[in-house]
């Protein structure tokens, strides 16, 4: 690995030397603020120092090996498999691995469908687990800076969004080369904006507020000069009706191009369902996942897409910006399902 430390006026500015001399690859470690030493320190603006590093090979997207099938056309067939197979599961007595696939945490008919016909988690009941998996969840599906202009992210009360966008921000500046602006429609939490625009700051982004849709609105003669918008909202709790109606109002008026939901996977498998079904109303939206670094148990990634039908985009696993951004991978939840075996 390859790690270099720049100096320069803005963020901006050192993102642009890490780019051209590391490339599209390359990931920020560590960024500051400094001042030189001294009196002549006192009447010079502050530099930005940037730490940069990429790997001697790039790092690129596995290409999805098994073509991903229709979310309800796989449903059918869970359901087919469920009503055979039902009775056999559960009174043959043998822990079978759809019965250890559901002490994991898996959905009753996924988990069969999964596990179907997998006696044991030798070497080959391994990797035919690993590929249904991946087929079930699909290749990760990233926002596309090429199509999409303005891109929402919603989700319940803390669980990541406002970092997530900083970490997505940040991703499409150094790794794309993109104009982005940020907007936040969380005028619900005092120091929300507060939060938003400090990596701002650091990205070297404009950041905007907005209490409502109309306010959104006025901003449009804005966004022609950027790539992407990305759209911050405040968390809301399923359960606050409300609130989920000023959501839905904003969001029917908004007009975005994407839309993503961001559920923590420590989320409690009861609570999992009812959010999802709630944020129904959303229509068409991909799903991040955050907090991965919090459990060791994935099983509410798989719960989530088979309760919704989306596709899956990211996973975040801790609290820095911006590396703790991944492209969702279906192996960590393999992984974390066969540990042990
Ligand atoms: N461990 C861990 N913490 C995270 C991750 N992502 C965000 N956090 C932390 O979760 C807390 C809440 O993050 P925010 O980004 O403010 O969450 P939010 O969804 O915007 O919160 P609200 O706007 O209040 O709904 C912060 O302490 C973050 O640092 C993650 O992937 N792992
Ligand atoms: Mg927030």
Redesign the pocket.
Known sequence: MKIKKYIANDFQEALKMVKAEMGSNAVILHQHRVKEKGLRGLFKKSKVEVVAAVEDTPYSVPKDIITKKDINELKNLIKTIATEKNTQIFENGVKSITSKLLEYGIEKELSQLLGEGIDELDEVGKELLKKRIKAFLGAPQPLDSGKSKKVLFI??????????VAKIASHLILNEGKKVMLVTA?VF?IA?YE?IKSYGDILGVPVRVVSNVFEFHKLQPEFKNYDVVLI?T??RSHKDEKRVNELKTFMKYAECDEIYL?LSATTRPQDLKEVIKKYDFAGNYKLIF?????TDNYSSILNAVYYSGQPISYF????IVPD?LMLADSEIIFSSIVKGY
């Open positions: 989700g319940p009360t803390g669980v990541g969004k406002t970092t997530t969380d939490r929300a939060q911050d405040a968390g961001c955050t907090k991965l670094d919090e975040t696993n801790g609290q703790d």
